[in-house]
Every structure is written in structure tokens, then in C-alpha cells.
């Protein structure tokens, strides 16, 4: 294949713009705790320009057919004139139309914006000092390797108290404390924050920042890497961490694929050759002509990093690329995996540029199998250990009608969504099936007494918006001691 005919495969599943935009809106509806890295999202479009080649093309009366519709409308359409340019959005949303209506969920039409939104959530790498802090209490909780806030000296438990000459105390409600440290690469920033009591200022200099994954020795044997997302740099970041295990001589290691929608194909190929061997197959691909590839590691002079043990975190949002790399793991190295049933996409998605108004096309070319010749779409990977965390991990948020209030004795759903977060919390250990009975109206007056609501066996939408709120901040806060998945990794990789 000639240098110029090049193009980069993406392997994933991710969100779309307009999926992330609906969500936005319904979340703005909801009171929550948030962890938020401190960053700028500055990356840009990386891959080259790829023009569509030539293909076999309608007929002639078929396009004849949408041109008489489309100019119909162009010229007669009242509510065009609610659109800011009907003839190139009307070209947009059929393309869409016809794309969405075929069936496969992974193939889409994405304007340059859109492919470069799509990007940045993939790579996940960004410009800023390196920090994962609890939005509400301004507590560090993550430190990434490497990174400008790591060479300064913060740590995890540093309590953030002030930003350069501003203190965190005197901002507004309506001011987040990321847009005072965001900047572009190589500017200062003060940063003040109380350890143990003792107040401390570090001087960081902001720059790239490799959000991909992160770990932590667990005990003396035991290491816990998290990989969020198959961005390009993955190989990089994971052996940051890889190295540190080794010199603390790590004997098992848990995998955290969990919520990992995948990324890209390069990706799987770059993160094998750091725990595979030369010849190891990693996984097969099956194209549209019938061609298959065997994809199998190459000598590469890296270094691979051994274990006895290794345990893979999944559960349902584990897709694509993180699917891909925790059956190579089990069919090549014996991992047990550990968690829920993963989502299931064992299809292969490439984008190519359109050169004239640049838009993209992302769509399905191939499916993939594993080592053994296992596919996994629309079925997902079966765990060797099956655990779920709390029921209310999987019940949906329910949202009342305006002025709406369940009392005792009704049954609905927003009764069960209550009851289910008062069982997480503590407060309530009885039925979850949506019955509001007296023992749910105990809890919830419990509750609101030391959530300083008001004192009243009512559930509307303040009273769901505080139980979500506050089994975020519980589990947030006190992750590992309700994270059974977790704990289930940890008792398996110690056997």
C-alpha cells in the first residue's frame, strides 16, 4: 500500500456529538458531585487528509428522484427558514438519514468540528498541570504520572485553597476553578493548597497531559492499572506505569477496562508489544471482500513486562479495543476476567475525509475475532467472575413531571430509584420493587434530616436529585469500600 493511500483505523464506541448533547441537556436537569481534570482540550485533528475514491455510484434516474425532492423543498419548504443554511444542512441530514437507517449503530457522517470532538474524547490528552480533584471539597485525588503537578511535588490528599492571588473560597457560585488554571503550555501557575493542616504553594508550569490511564501499587505483590480510552499515546502512558511496578517488584497486576469505550486499532497494536511475546496472535479481521488478516506480534525490541497473575476489570460500557485486548489477554496469557457482561462491538470502523467540504465518514469495513477465533458482537464477553455493583449503578434516573410528588403508599418508579440509593447509602435495607411502605418512609426521613431537606415523606424531583447526588459523593469518596467488582479482582489475583 502506497504512503499516500494510508489511512488511520479507528476500533471503538464511542458517543456522538448530538448523543452528547441530548445528555448535556438532560444532565443539566440533575444536581451532581463531578471529578473533573484540570485541563485545556487542545488537540486537533491528527490524521492526514483522506479523499473518498471513486465507487460504484447510483443511477442516474435514482439521483434524478432526491434531486426533484431536495429542490422541492429547497424552494418550498416553510420551515426551512428556520435553518441557518437549508441547502447544506438539508445535504447533512440526508446523508444521516440514510446512514442511521441502515442498521449499524457504528457507521456516521460527522462534520470537521464533530471528527475533532470525536478525536479529543479518544486521546484524551490535554494541556494542563495534571490533576483529578473532587469538584465540591477541592481534593486532590489523582496525580498523573509525569505530569507538571507530579514534577512540583502535589500529591494525592493536597485540599486545593487558593489559585495564583485568588483563593478558592472567594469565587462564585457560577466560577469553577479549572477556567483559572486553564493556559496554554509552558505559562506558571500558583497553586496553594493545605496538606495535614500545613499550607503550601507549588509553582507548576503547565503542559501536555496523558489522561489514559493511571495506577497505583496496591500491596507489596499487587499493582491496579485503569486504561480510560485506546488514545494514541497509550503505550507511552501505560509504561510509565508498568516500569514503576516492575521496580517495586510486582508480582500480580488488575486491569481496568471498565467504561472503556475502545479507540484505536493502533492502539491494541502498540499496548501488545509491552505484554506479548514475538508470534503471539492478537486478533483476526474479516473485511467486507471475505479477506482475513491474522494480526500477530512482531519482534519489536520492547520491552514485556511479566506477571503471575492478571485479573481484567470489565462491566457493561467495556467496548471495541478494550474487548479486543481482554480476550487476547485471557486466550494468551490466562487472565481472568472479572465484572459484568461487556457491551459487545466486534466490528472495525475506519473515517475517510471528504476534500471538499472536509466532512467525514465513519463506517464499518471489517469484524474482528480474538486469538481463538471468538466474535463477540451484539453478545459481549462473558466474565469468568461475575459481579455487579449496587443495584442502583444500573436503574435509570427517573424524572418526575413538573410539580409531580409520589406519597405513601403509591408505587412508581421513582419510589425504587429512592429506595435503591437509600440501600446504597445505609439507610434502608427493605424492598427496592418501587412499593413506597413504611419502612421506605423511615429512610427517607432519615435522610432528608441529615441531608438538610425538609422534613416530609414526599419524593419529588428535589428529593431524587439529592439521593443521585448523593450516592455520586459516596461513591466517589469511598470507592474501594463499595467497589465489589474490586474486591473480587483482588481476591482472585491473589490465589
Same mark, same amino acid.
Given at each position: ?137 477541592? *481534593?486532590?485525588? /489523582?496525580? @498523573? #504520572?509525569?505530569?507538571? +503537578? ?7 490528599? %493536597?485540599?486545593?485553597? $487558593? ?76 509504561? *510509565?506505569?508498568? /516500569?514503576? @511496578? #516492575?521496580?517495586?517488584? +510486582? ?7 471498565? %467504561?472503556?469505550?475502545? $479507540? ?232
Amino acid at each position: 500500500m502506497m504512503e499516500k493511500d494510508k489511512i488511520k483505523i479507528k476500533l471503538e464506541r464511542h458517543k456522538w456529538p448530538d448523543e452528547i448533547e441530548k445528555e448535556k441537556k438532560k444532565k443539566k436537569k440533575l444536581l451532581v458531585t463531578v471529578l473533573t481534570i484540570i485541563v485545556i482540550f487542545s488537540i486537533g485533528w491528527t490524521t492526514g487528509a483522506i479523499f473518498y475514491k471513486e465507487s460504484p455510484s447510483a443511477t442516474s434516474g435514482e439521483l434524478a428522484r432526491f434531486e426533484r425532492v431536495y429542490n422541492r423543498l429547497l424552494d418550498n419548504w416553510y420551515f426551512k427558514n428556520d435553518m441557518d443554511d437549508p441547502a447544506s444542512e438539508m445535504i447533512e441530514n440526508a446523508i444521516k438519514g440514510m446512514i442511521e437507517r441502515n442498521g449499524d449503530d457504528h457507521t456516521s457522517y460527522m462534520t470537521l468540528e464533530e471528527s475533532q470532538m470525536f478525536t479529543e474524547s479518544i486521546d484524551m490528552s490535554f494541556v494542563g498541570i495534571g490533576v483529578q480533584y473532587f469538584a465540591d471539597e477541592n *481534593l486532590i485525588t /489523582r496525580v @498523573f #504520572k509525569d505530569s507538571p +503537578a507530579e514534577k512540583a511535588g502535589l500529591l494525592p490528599g %493536597d485540599i486545593m485553597v $487558593g489559585i495564583d492571588d485568588i483563593l478558592i473560597d472567594d469565587l462564585d457560585e457560577d466560577q469553577d476553578i479549572k477556567d483559572y488554571i486553564l493556559g496554554e503550555r509552558g505559562t506558571h501557575v500558583s497553586i496553594i493548597v493545605n496538606r495535614l493542616g500545613e499550607e503550601l504553594t507549588f509553582d507548576v508550569v503547565r503542559d501536555s497531559i496523558n489522561a489514559l490511564t493511571w495506577g497505583e501499587m496496591v500491596d507489596d505483590q499487587t499493582a491496579y492499572l485503569e486504561i480510560a480510552s485506546f488514545g494514541s499515546s497509550l503505550r507511552q502512558a501505560t509504561e *510509565l506505569y508498568l /516500569r514503576e @511496578f #516492575k521496580a517495586n517488584k +510486582a508480582k500480580n497486576l488488575i486491569i481496568d477496562f471498565r %467504561d472503556n469505550g475502545g $479507540g484505536y486499532l493502533d492502539a491494541i497494536n502498540e499496548l501488545s508489544k509491552l505484554f506479548f511475546k514475538e508470534g503471539t496472535t492478537i486478533y483476526f479481521e474479516k473485511f467486507t471482500d471475505g479477506k482475513e488478516i491474522e494480526y500477530v506480534l512482531e519482534k519489536n525490541g520492547s520491552e514485556i513486562y511479566e506477571f503471575d497473575n492478571i485479573v481484567v476489570l470489565v462491566n457493561e460500557n467495556t467496548a471495541s479495543a478494550s474487548e479486543v485486548f481482554a480476550l487476547a489477554l485471557r486466550e494468551n496469557l490466562g487472565a481472568t476476567i472479572v465484572g459484568n457482561t461487556t457491551f459487545g462491538k466486534g466490528t472495525v470502523q475506519t473515517q475517510v475525509q471528504d476534500g471538499v467540504d472536509n466532512s467525514f465518514l465513519k463506517y464499518t469495513f471489517a469484524k474482528w475475532y480474538s486469538p481463538k477465533m471468538e466474535n463477540i458482537h451484539k453478545e459481549g464477553i462473558k466474565p469468568d467472575e461475575l459481579v455487579k455493583l449496587s443495584d442502583i449503578f444500573y436503574t435509570k434516573y427517573v424524572v418526575l413531571d413538573e410539580g409531580e410528588a409520589i406519597n405513601y403508599d403509591q408505587v412508581h418508579d421513582g419510589v425504587s430509584y429512592v429506595q435503591k440509593g437509600l440501600n446504597f447509602l445505609g439507610y434502608h435495607k427493605g424492598r427496592t420493587d418501587g412499593y413506597y411502605d413504611k419502612n421506605t418512609e423511615k429512610a427517607l426521613l432519615e435522610f432528608k434530616d441529615k441531608s438538610g431537606l425538609a422534613h416530609d415523606s414526599k419524593i419529588d424531583q428535589e428529593t431524587i436529585k439529592s439521593v443521585y447526588s448523593a450516592v455520586i459523593k459516596e461513591w466517589s469518596h469511598n470507592r474501594k469500600d463499595h467497589d465489589v467488582q474490586y474486591h473480587k479482582a483482588l481476591e482472585v489475583v491473589s490465589q
